[in-house]
């Protein structure tokens, strides 16, 4: 079983500036194979200009992965996943391979498109709506941040979470330590990162059988 992640950015013909667009997706993209390289398969390329693809080991990272993804596409994306066999070769050119995995994560993002929603999940495993649900809520508190708010957050959460993080971000932002806590209360990021715990129980129970 292999764990395919294809990926499209929301009402990309609208994008005023397109080609910091593709910038920030290129870098993103490169951010993603760096930083995850253990976990991924096959790297995540850009297709089609304005999508992406990529095939990982483990349900666990996706996580990491999308918050990567949000941190510096700045601007919103479709993910559709999923987990099956392939019927090629593994190759690291993405574009290369094709399978029952390639098919139900592009099923799952034109699902995606269609239903509005953040993320759709055809996998293996168990309570695969539940944990679909899950992301969902999840993501929609994240993009509902402004660009404050976002970039606030974010630089807490890559500084480890704790009163030292805050002391740096209420640095960094030339605001108190006060101010610092509310932006992570008005964000809800408590919420997060108890649906992220969830989330991470939940996808580490992954089926042993075979549903394909």
Known sequence: MYIVITGDLKSSKKIGNRSLSQDNLKKAIHEVNSNFDEYIVSDFRVIGGDGFQGMISTYNIIIDIYFSLFQTINHPF???IGTGPISTPLSNYVQEID???FHLSSEAL???KKKNRWVVLRSNLRNNDL???IFNFTYDIMWSWTDR???IILFYRNHNENTVAIKKAACEFGIGNRSIYKT???GKYSM???GEKVLE???SRNDNHDPF
Request: hydrophobic share 35%; with cysteine.
């Open 184 to 186: 992570l209360e008005a």
């Open 78 to 80: 479709y993910l559709g």
């Open 110 to 112: 034109n699902t995606a």
């Open 149 to 151: 708010r976002k970039e």
């Open 131 to 133: 944990i679909e649900c």
């Open 99 to 101: 399978g029952k995995a």
């Open 201 to 203: 129980n939940e996808l």
């Open 192 to 194: 997060i990162k108890y």
